[in-house]
């Protein structure tokens, strides 16, 4: 279910930022589908400890370390997180992705202040590419569970004490400062407040009191 989730939030970023109108752009995203379609595993590892990768030398498998995995406790955060796995996939050793890297990162950048540039580019849009899956799997899997939890469920990993970052990766608090400023959606989203949610799931108990 990630995979097509993460094909079509590839497409509709590649729409979005201009970057499917001439054949070639297209073909690049069309490979770039195809890539994650191959791929057929994910894989506990102990010694992975609390990171995901992906060998691009061998793509069909995604690796997960086992101190990672037990952090992931609902439905929502692994479709984020195997969403941004399978987009490093995509974009793959040629760099299908890259002009969408770097629109997403340029446009990010100028709205919150920031230089994004090289990995950091990558690994943001890998992060909204697997919020905008896990949106989607929202939309797809009804739950009485109110929506604003479990979309926070796909951002939670960027809530942490020690906000470091290193030569690859924003800072996770910088990652969501990136992601609000690209999502403009997403605050809202997580802001409805749960007495919403509530009314609604009770105007809903009684519509199907009633139709029994
Ligand atoms: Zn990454």
């Known amino acids: 279910m990630t995979r097509k989730l993460v094909a079509n939030a ?41 990171n995901a990768s992906v060998l691009l030398r061998d793509p069909r498998t995604i690796e997960f370390g086992t101190i990672f995995l037990a952090g992931l406790k609902s439905d929502e955060a692994m479709v984020s997180v195997l969403g941004h796995e399978l987009t490093h996939v995509a974009s793959g050793q040629s760099d299908l992705l890259r002009p969408l890297f770097r629109a997403i990162a340029r446009r990010a950048a100028g709205r919150i202040n920031l230089s994004i540039s090289g990995q950091r580019a990558e690994e943001l849009a890998c992060d909204l590419v697997g919020l905008m899956a ?79």
């Open 10 to 50: 590839i497409l509709q970023l590649s729409k979005d930022y201009g970057l499917y109108d001439a054949p070639a752009l297209r073909a690049r995203v069309n490979g770039a589908s195809a890539r994650v379609q191959a791929v057929k595993r994910i894989r506990p590892n102990v010694d992975a400890r609390d």
């Open 134 to 212: 896990a949106r989607q799997f929202i939309n797809e899997t009804p739950s009485w569970e109110p929506p604003p939890r479990r979309i926070a469920r796909a951002v939670e990993h960027n809530c942490v004490d020690d906000d470091g970052s290193d030569e690859d990766h924003l800072s996770p608090r910088n990652t969501i400062r990136a992601l609000f400023a690209l999502d403009i959606d997403l605050a809202r989203e997580l802001l409805t407040t749960n007495t919403q949610a509530s009314t609604q799931r009770r105007i809903s108990l009684t519509v199907r009191a009633a139709a029994f």
